[in-house]
């Protein structure tokens, strides 16, 4: 229940902050003397402009990607292609064994990492990103080690003595999708 409040005093916090720059922002009345509206706008299309005016857009994941292997020392791509592979970037993506967000962490792995809300797409790839810093370091920089452990778990790997064969297909298309410019 607490968790569940921290989410809506955060995006009511968001919306009042939204709204004050919305009052904020000065519409001159030449800006539309003279002038006709030509047709309606979508409510997406006038939140879009204003936020941008605002400088309140919404953050972009591919922002948070490159943020994110900055601050871990991880490859762009090698996130982007897990992102992609895990969730299709969906950050409310939950798998049948229960993982959650852009980067698929499980519950256990998440409250490890510190994360607080695992479909937040920032602090989820955040996450995703520590986690895959610790285990290239584990496996020495080793990707297909690493991705096996991402995909498995590192007590798998560890059983299997190296790469399960069931992990070759996740981890080729990863591969995959590392070569490609993934937005």
């Known amino acids: 229940m607490a968790g569940e ?4 005093q955060k995006q ?3 919306f009042n902050r939204l709204l004050s720059q919305i009052r904020g922002t000065s519409i001159s009345g030449s800006q539309f003397s003279g002038t006709q509206v030509s047709s309606p706008q979508s409510f997406a299309e006038v939140f879009d402009s204003t936020a941008a005016k605002t400088g309140a857009a919404p953050e972009s994941m591919d922002a948070i990607f490159e943020e994110a292997a900055q ?4 490859p762009v791509a090698l996130l982007k ?8 970037f969906n950050a409310k993506a939950v798998s049948s064994a229960g993982a959650q967000g852009v980067m698929q962490l499980m519950p256990g792995t998440a409250k490890e990492l510190g994360l607080t809300d695992p ?4 602090s989820n790839i955040m996450g995703g990103a520590k986690y ?3 285990k290239l370091a584990k496996y020495n920089g080793n990707l297909d080690l690493t991705l096996a452990a991402y995909n498995a778990g590192s007590g798998t790997v560890a059983k299997y003595g190296g790469v399960p064969s069931f992990t070759r297909g996740y981890i080729e298309k990863v591969k995959g ?3 490609e410019n993934l937005t």
């Open 81 to 88: 292609a897990v992102g992609k592979v895990e969730s299709n």
């Open 5 to 8: 409040y921290a989410v809506y």
């Open 71 to 74: 601050a871990y020392q991880v």
């Open 12 to 14: 009511y916090e968001y």
């Open 177 to 179: 999708y590392m070569a």
């Open 119 to 122: 479909f937040d797409a920032r």
């Open 132 to 134: 895959l810093a610790q």
